[in-house]
């Protein structure tokens, strides 16, 4: 329900499936438990877990690390977008060469091939970048960004309006990047580059620029069953990911506001067992697994289901396959649960109580206010939605605790404090047991620190 490896976080992340026996693999950079990051020190290399559902992960160590000395992945390495190619796969991936003499590091685009489709045996194209930034359009040095290459079929049929060919064979290859046209506080931007072979790229202008974004983090690509796309990024200052969409890869693209409630961020969309689109993401920890630690890089959470309807703004819903991971339902404390509520006016639901028995953890609705508090009514986390709901599903899974309005996820929330307790909703005074159905952990064992928070110590 929750993955990290043994003693370590997870940040940025990819799917590969293997064709031979439908296995997932999932890269993801990993490094040590800290609030502070050190781009040099903090993500050197890639692990690799395995998965037959998107749900039980398993360690299998590590798959990728930074190159010899002198060249540009020397120092880091950062996020990766593997792909089928030919019989093996390919892997375009961020390399960190240093830092500029104020302290910014120096990205570049690099790629690897394998001979496997399993995220495994990767040896490196050359000893030097294949795509870097281009100073017409994008910041170079101080502030840069030119990172999280995402690389898909380009649709474009000739050129792109430039000269430059795409065309149908082609490919296109979106990054993060820093609009040089912009101010620094909002230059996030999605680069654009395209290729014939994978190997030589030509970087043409910025694909989306919205001129009021700081970073415009892991950005994917998704075709959609009506020929049109939709492009996920993560927002560096809000911590979470919104939506874009268009009828071709060139645009025009429409801004479809948040996807992911703050704490969820660097997603992928990938085909679950069942054929359905769904997106995985991170979520963060927090120093010490205590309410007063700084946040710091997470864990892997659990599948959302991708929702796309015409015209409407793309959502993400509960998954059914999550399903087979509920137990039978219960009034007993459980400290990992699913839970339903009716919402008629005002309502409180106590998930967790204090040992004097006082709320430690609850959330709220009033209609459109959505909302989560830890102790003494702590503000943990809140939104307003643009309609009243009707009911609400709260899954908790050891510190993490999500929220789904009339069935799509809204808010996001940690807190480490209280005991699990029957849960209890209040509205007009009255109080009534909401029966909760428990959560089978796929590694209720595990001990280490990246084991799920199994609740405050007992003495």
């Given amino acids: ?12 992340f990819a799917v590969l499936r293997d064709d031979a026996d439908g296995t997932y693999a ?7 438990w800290t609030a502070e990051f050190d781009h040099l020190r903090m993500e050197t290399s890639f692990g690799r877990a395995t998965s037959t559902d998107l749900v039980a992960w398993q360690p299998q160590g590590t798959a990728f690390g930074v190159g010899l000395p002198g060249r540009f992945d020397q120092q880091a390495v950062w996020t990766m977008h593997p792909l089928r190619h030919g019989d093996g796969s390919a892997m375009f991936y961020t390399g960190v060469s240093g830092l500029t003499p104020d302290g910014w590091p120096l990205q570049s685009v690099g790629l690897a091939y394998s001979d496997r489709t399993d995220g495994t045996g990767w040896r490196r194209h050359g000893t030097g970048p ?11 040095g101080e502030r840069m960004g030119w990172r999280d290459p995402f690389v898909v079929r380009d649709d474009a049929d000739g050129t792109d309006g430039t000269g430059e060919s795409g065309g149908a064979g082609g490919w296109a290859m979106v990054i993060c990047a820093s609009d040089a046209s912009l101010p620094v506080e909002v230059s996030g931007c999605v680069a654009l580059a395209t290729s014939t072979d994978l190997e030589h790229w030509t970087v043409h202008p910025p694909l989306i620029s919205p001129g009021d974004v700081d970073e415009l983090e892991c950005p994917v690509l998704e075709r959609l069953d009506d020929g049109g796309w939709l492009l996920l990024g993560s927002i560096g200052a809000t911590r979470g990911f919104e939506s874009w969409t268009a009828p071709a890869l060139r645009g025009p693209w429409t801004r479809r506001g948040p996807l992911g409630p703050t704490g969820s961020y660097a997603p992928r969309v990938v085909a679950a067992p069942d ?7 991170t979520t963060p920890r927090q120093v010490g697994l205590t309410d007063t630690g700084e946040r710091c890089r997470g864990m892997l959470a659990q599948p959302k289901s991708l929702v796309v309807d015409g015209d409407s703004a793309p959502r993400l819903e509960w998954w059914s396959g999550l399903d087979a991971w509920l137990l039978p339902e219960t009034t007993e404390p459980a400290p990992h649960a699913v839970g339903d509520i009716d919402v008629a006016g005002r309502v409180e639901v106590t998930l967790r109580t204090g040992d004097d028995g006082s709320p430690a953890l609850v959330v709220g609705c009033d209609g459109k206010n959505l909302w989560i508090t830890g102790p003494t009514g702590t503000p943990l986390g809140e939104t307003v939605l643009p309609e009243p709901a009707t009911a609400l599903r709260v899954l908790t899974v050891g510190e993490y605790v999500e929220v789904y309005a009339d069935g799509v996820f809204v808010l996001t929330a940690l807190c480490y404090s209280g005991r699990p307790a029957p849960w209890t909703a209040v509205t007009d005074g009255h109080t009534r047991t909401v029966p909760v159905r428990p959560v089978r952990l796929p590694d209720p064992d595990r001990d280490d620190a990246s084991a799920v928070w199994p609740g405050p110590a007992t003495s």
């Fill in 1 to 12: 329900m929750r993955y990290a490896p043994p003693g370590l976080c997870v940040n940025d």
């Fill in 26 to 32: 999932v890269l993801h950079l990993q490094g040590p």
């Fill in 130 to 140: 294949v795509v870097e930034a281009d100073p017409r359009w994008y910041r170079t």
């Fill in 275 to 281: 054929g359905t689109r769904v997106v995985l993401h």
